[in-house]
């Protein structure tokens, strides 16, 4: 054994396993109503930032179908940064997504903020999305990580790979291997 052993080294000998194509050589393929998630063909995810209305999002999801998305996406939790500015319809936020799906076949993704919202949105969305703002919050990783359903998981604001391949760990390490890795920037 070498004197000095680099960080990354260290790391598969024993840290980040399960992410590691040391432990799985395979992508990843994540089947989604006949949508192949990390297969051959690219799958676009596309909607608002925040739900709204009945007739903002039904219309959105026809539109983003029409246009050849495979994924709607919307916010029904939202996080701002200012308290004063509106953070998402909540609950019926969740039933207005199911409600587009209903009516045009997409699968729903949103943001899931906190521990105690997992299971209602677990209840209503096809893929539960940890935003950039909670990549690193380990309670909430270890929640979804319990759950049967792909977690798409964004990387945070000036996070190392290092760290977004440790918080996806997080989640595996839970027994949850349907994650999406989302690179939005630095």
């Known amino acids: 054994m070498p004197l000095y052993?680099?960080?990354?080294?260290?790391?598969?000998?024993?840290?980040h396993k399960l992410v590691s194509r040391d432990f799985k050589k395979d992508n990843t393929v994540i089947e989604l109503n006949g949508i192949m998630i990390g297969g051959e063909s690219l799958v676009i995810m596309a909607g608002p930032c925040s739900v709204e209305d009945e007739r903002q999002i039904v219309e959105t999801a026809?539109?983003?179908?029409?246009?050849?998305?495979?994924?709607?996406?919307g916010g029904a939790f939202k996080p701002r940064t200012s308290p004063y500015d509106f953070q998402g319809l909540g609950e019926k936020g969740l039933q207005l997504l199911a409600l587009a799906r209903q009516k045009t076949g997409l699968p729903v993704v949103t943001e899931v903020m906190d521990t105690t919202d997992v299971p209602m949105v677990t209840e209503y969305a096809d893929i539960l999305q940890v935003g950039s703002r909670n990549m690193q919050n380990f309670p909430l990783l270890k929640a979804v990580g319990k759950i049967n359903k792909p977690v798409l998981l964004k990387r945070g604001m000036a996070a190392t790979l290092?760290?977004?391949?440790?918080?996806a760990e997080y989640i595996l390490a839970e027994g949850n291997n349907q994650v999406i890795l989302c690179e939005r920037g630095i």
């Open 5 to 15: 052993e680099s960080d990354l080294d260290k790391k598969r000998n024993g840290q």
């Open 62 to 73: 026809r539109m983003v179908k029409e246009h050849g998305a495979h994924v709607l996406r």
């Open 162 to 167: 290092e760290e977004f391949l440790m918080s």
